[in-house]
């Protein structure tokens, strides 16, 4: 008996833990004790780590491009590594490391390499995949194709899923960093296998700076990147994994920049948090433990025209939401817990209602720049748009047919099937369009991200979009039941770009389809996705030679 990819995916990865036997969601959140297999011993506790920051990687090179123009060079390797996560017990990861030069040492790991870009400056990134042949999570090749997500880069740069790097290659990614100053993130997108591949430790943060940013937000020591995921763990301290039949996966550890709950030691100041939820499946709701306000002033797409004080907000996989909080009125020992309150259709677990604490400190502050919450911030071209100036408005329903999670009805492998040319939408460069992002499965949230451009949220079920959502995005939380009206302009590039479900699992099985901008009547395309600059054997020197 023969057995197709189609049914192998329906069969799913190889599960390490059952999640305390729980099975799909459906409702409200369902909560529960634990998911990881660790000793008592070994269970970490929330708030005892201290907190680590991102650590940046050095480009090394500069140069100029064929234009004339600054461009900086950085060298990736994706590779196996170990991490003190959980107490007493060492876990292996495979992850992103950086060479830096400069400090003549190894940067990286879970999470990978902060690369910092300036706008007007070129980035190559040079992709090397150096991981075992076989994930052990998923028990398939370790192939992996990395997306720069939030970046209008051209298509055969862009990460395209079945655009694939196997063990032994690499592949140059070029990053323009024409647009404003924003939080992106490069992440693992290899074709049906991207959840295990991430899960595993392949994100990172990427920001792109500009003038204006640099006059209004805070800098530097308080400018600070979270990267918050989930995890569980096998009794040895390795990662396990459990998507719950492809619904999704939920541990039970908070990581914040790879550490469980860690406590920061803060100064009496305004921060600016880059929070980036990379969990692959959870999403949050965060909220301060003394009822302060959070006050938005980033979206997935950049600073929003005027900051936007919550109480809590909904943070789906994928997105990033820059976050100011006002430290400078608080006795030094003051201690305020950074909680999540979650959201329907989570798996919530003992500890899950905690993401890190703050604690205040008298230490004096040397840099006073920004140190202050502003209320208007900066436009977009995207914000600016208008319903009227649409010329077509599209639906696309997200929801799970036959075991499968689809996009209209259709799944990655329609596309594959098709010779990569189905598309469920084709519009001009330039285009402004309205898509109808419509979830009709009504026990799941669906994080759709639209590769390539920013886009304004219309109006959610016909009301207003929620105050954090007031700037430019990249991906939508579509919740259950919910019709997200969304606007954008195809601009940058041409060629084709997918569209699909940032829950890993639901996109890797397999909702996932791609559109095209500017392909009417083109019969040679010069940026295949594929084929326009494929990956190459990696006979190059180590890094670090």
Known sequence: MSVSRRDMLKLGALGAVGAAGLSLPLGASVSTKSASRLASKNMPKPFQAEFVRQQALSPYQKGLNDEGKPVHYYSVTQRAGTANIVPGLTSPVYGYYGWDINLNRWVGGVPGPLIHAQQGTEVVLRMRNHLPRVNPLSGNAFKTSTHLHGSASKPQYDGYASDVTPYGFYKDYRYPNFQPARTLWYHDHGVHFTAQNAYSGLAAQYHLHDK???????????????????????????????????????????????????????????YRFRILNASISRSLRPTLSNGAPLVIVGTDGGIMPKAQPVQNYRHAGAERYEVLIDFRNYKAGTKIQLRNLSNKNNVDYDFTNRIMEFVVTDDKIED??????????????????????????????????????????????????????????????????????????????HPVHIHLIDFQIIDRNGKPPFAWERGPKDVAYVGENEKVRVLMRFEHQRGYYMMHCHNLPHEDHDMMQQFSVGMKGVEQDENDPIHADPCKVDDLPDDDS
């Open 212 to 270: 204006a940013e640099s006059e209004l937000l805070p800098l530097d020591e308080f400018d600070v990147a979270l990267t918050v995921s989930d995890a569980m763990f096998s009794a040895n301290g390795a990662l396990a994994y459990d998507d719950n039949s492809h619904s999704g996966l939920w541990g039970d550890v908070i990581l914040v920049n790879g550490v469980p709950w860690p406590t920061m030691k803060v100064k009496k100041r305004v």
């Open 368 to 445: 006073d720049r920004n140190n202050r919450i502003p209320d208007l911030l900066v436009d977009s071209p995207v914000m600016q748009l208008t319903p009227q100036e649409s010329v077509k408005t599209r639906n696309m329903s997200v929801e799970r047919k036959n075991g499968e999670w689809t996009i209209n009805g259709k799944t990655w492998v329609d596309v594959e099937n098709s010779d990569y040319k189905l598309v469920v939408g084709d519009p001009d460069l330039d285009d402004v369009e309205i898509w109808e992002l419509e979830n009709k499965s009504g026990g799941w949230f």
